[in-house]
């Protein structure tokens, strides 16, 4: 079965400050990978979806980036954050075979 | 244009009774209906599902049915535990030809309280 692994769980940065979230998926080949942010009081936003290395499709313009070095690897950036980048971010994978994703444990930014 | 609505922010029962949470969709095109449930801090874990075809999909105390023509669906919660206590999430796509799904949309979520 798949398995995502996000880290850090908890990340406190200034404004102004870089950011990287990494995201690894175990137990499948070339998946669809996707971020997710959670703001507060409002759903699930698809910010960026990656359909192969090196391929990624955002959804939203935003202050955020997206790369694939590796098949089982995505990898969300900032070069400077906003407090508005704040939120709860999600990797998720595309279930083989079966709708839906699964969802990594999640990484809260707290922008300050 | 938001395309999978959940219009209750929150709903509250009691323990042993019945928990039913909705979720509209404007887009046609979805074939492929799921609920999320998610706790504080944590990711979002698949509940339940149905595809267009079907009317009702039942897994032990979870039920989703799924109105076509009215574009609309709900989960049902019978009986309610308090460890149900969570935000849902209600998430649509269309399914591709290797019958994965394309980009889910997910709703606000709704979040159940269920008071023992």
């Known amino acids: 079965s798949q398995t995502i692994h996000q880290w850090p769980a908890t990340l406190v940065q200034p404004v102004g400050s870089p950011l990287s979230l990494e995201c690894t998926v175990e137990g499948t080949s070339n998946p669809n990978l996707y971020w997710y942010r959670q703001a507060a009081g409002r759903g699930l936003q698809l910010l960026f979806y990656?359909?192969?290395?090196?391929?990624i499709s955002s959804e939203v313009p935003q202050n955020l980036s997206a790369s694939r070095p590796q098949d089982r690897q995505f990898i969300l950036s900032s070069k400077k954050l906003l407090l508005s980048d704040s939120g709860f971010y999600l990797c998720?994978?595309?279930?083989?075979?079966?709708?839906?994703?699964?969802f990594g444990s999640g990484t809260r930014l707290t922008v300050v | 244009d938001q395309q999978v609505k959940q219009n209750s922010p929150s709903l509250s029962v009691q323990e042993g009774r019945i928990s039913i949470l909705n979720c509209d969709y404007t887009n046609s095109m979805f074939d492929y209906f799921l609920w999320y449930k998610k706790y504080p801090a944590e990711g979002p874990t698949f509940l339940i599902s149905i595809s267009s075809i079907k009317d009702k999909n039942e897994d032990g105390r979870f039920t989703v049915f799924l109105n076509k023509s009215a574009k609309h669906l709900s989960l049902h919660i019978v009986p309610s535990q308090p460890g149900d206590s969570a935000v849902y999430f209600c998430a649509a796509s269309t399914l591709n030809a290797q019958g994965g799904s394309e980009k889910l949309v997910f709703g606000k979520g709704t979040k159940l309280t269920v008071n023992p």
């Open positions: 990656s359909v192969g290395i090196g391929q």
């Open positions: 998720a994978c595309q279930r083989r075979g079966r709708g839906g994703y699964t």
